[in-house]
């Protein structure tokens, strides 16, 4: 199943927002949340605060235990976020950005969008049964999320920095051998 450009949107930004926990966290000041914004095309509200930066890093584990959550109990968190957000899917369409949907308005602060969003996201990967899209690192050093988008599922690792470690980590092992 190809999945619409909205909802990879939202899940290469989720995921990255929870990668940013990682170690060395990558997300510590309002400059870095600027750049992330950016990247993942967010429009609305920004407060560029330190509150807005405490906020995102505090939702992380929360968007970390949807991404991994079995596909039951992914569909009941992502109908407690919505009804929580008090969601109202609507379609818009802005800047270069053909027709998509958001579910909160611009005006609402950057931590429940991106909450709504990434549930909004979770709710075509639960209808689409495509949960096996997402998994945990297989670097053994590394709890990153890994967000698969390839045709034939092959994607094992969350960065490239991870992928050579491993293959780096074997051709010593054999070279020992």
């Known amino acids: 199943m190809l999945l619409a450009h909205d909802t990879e949107a939202a899940l290469l930004a989720a995921v990255e927002l929870v990668n ?13 949340v600027d750049a992330w914004y950016a990247r993942h095309r967010y429009t609305g509200r920004r407060d560029r605060d330190d509150a807005e930066l405490a906020e995102l890093r505090a939702i992380r ?34 800047d270069d950005i053909d027709w998509h949907i958001h579910a909160v308005s611009a005006d609402e602060p950057l931590v429940r969008r991106v909450l709504v969003e990434t549930a909004m996201a ?9 949960m096996s899209r997402l998994a945990v690192c ?3 050093t ?10 034939n ?3 094992r690792f969350c960065s490239t920095t991870c992928a050579n470690r491993v ?11």
């Open 61 to 94: 584990p929360v968007l970390r235990n949807l991404l991994r959550a079995d596909r039951d109990t992914a569909a009941e968190m992502v109908n407690q976020m919505l009804a929580e957000a008090r969601a109202m899917p609507r379609l818009v369409r802005h």
């Open 20 to 32: 940013s926990g990682e170690d060395p966290d990558t997300l510590l000041s309002t400059e870095e």
């Open 153 to 155: 599922r092959s994607r």
């Open 167 to 177: 293959a780096v980590a074997a051709y010593r092992a054999r070279k020992r051998s």
């Open 138 to 140: 297989a670097d053994d």
């Open 142 to 151: 590394c709890d990153g999320i890994v967000l698969d988008l390839t045709r």
């Open 122 to 130: 979770m709710a075509d990967v639960v209808r689409g049964d495509e």
